[in-house]
T-cell receptor, first 113, second 113 residues
Framework: AQSVSQHNHHVILSEAASLELGCNYS??????LFWYVQYPGQHLQLLLK??????LVKGIKGFEAEFIKSKFSFNLRKPSVQWSDTAEYFC???????????FGQGTELSVKP | DTAVSQTPKYLVTQMGNDKSIKCEQN?????MYWYKQDSKKFLKIMFS???????INETVPNRFSPKSPDKAHLNLHINSLELGDSAVYFC????????????FGPGTRLTVT
């Protein structure tokens, strides 16, 4: 079945620490990959996306993600987190340009000032 | 200038009741979605409408009935509410053919007692 898994349920970091959130998707053909962020009390927002081309994708607020096809992964990274990055992060995928986003279960990131 | 709005934001009701959640988008999008986020933050699509026509209908109890009076609105009506319906329900919209560029509403937290 088409699915997305995020390995980290809750990550706690101090400011300036580096971040990597794992995301793996099941095989199912051509994929488009996304990271969404949900800040406390706010709605989901698109952080970055991958369709094709350079597997290293840069998004807003200094985030980047790398698509590794052989590992079915699309991990999210940030070299130095800030307190304002505290949020819930969701990895998502569409298969074969299909009509629906399939989300992972989310990773809660808490950044200590 | 809210792009995707939902009402109400919070809804507390008793088992067996019928309730509706409204969604409106002012982005001129053709496609609208309903998602359910359970207590474990897992976000799953329920329905998708394109130009008022149902295009995605996941395995959802038929107590849930979406209604799209026009392409700017997609309401969710739930009959005979059950405890397991307690969740946060998100509405989203996108331009036709851009399923990934979804704009989400703020969510409606439904609590069934």
């Amino acid at each position: 079945a088409q699915s997305v898994s995020q390995h980290n349920h809750h990550v706690i970091l101090s400011e300036a620490a580096s971040l990597e959130l794992g995301c793996n998707y099941s095989y199912g053909g051509t994929v488009n990959l996304f990271w969404y962020v949900q800040y406390p009390g706010q709605h989901l927002q698109l952080l970055l996306k991958y369709f094709s081309g350079d597997p290293l994708v840069k998004g807003i607020k200094g985030f980047e993600a790398e698509f590794i096809k052989s590992k079915f992964s699309f991990n999210l990274r940030k070299p130095s987190v800030q307190w304002s990055d505290t949020a819930e992060y969701f990895c998502a995928v569409t298969y074969n340009q299909g009509g629906k986003l399939i989300f992972g279960q989310g990773t809660e990131l808490s950044v200590k000032p | 200038d809210t792009a995707v709005s939902q009402t109400p934001k919070y809804l507390v009701t008793q088992m067996g009741n019928d309730k509706s959640i409204k969604c409106e988008q002012n982005l001129g999008h053709d496609t609208m979605y309903w998602y359910k986020q359970d207590s474990k933050k897992f976000l799953k699509i329920m329905f998708s409408y394109n130009n008022k026509e149902l295009i995605i209908n996941e395995t959802v109890p038929n107590r849930f009935s979406p209604k799209s009076p026009d392409k700017a609105h997609l309401n969710l009506h739930i009959n005979s509410l059950e405890l397991g319906d307690s969740a946060v329900y998100f509405c989203a919209s996108s331009r036709q053919g851009t399923v990934h560029e979804q704009y989400f509403g703020p969510g409606t937290r439904l609590t069934v007692t």
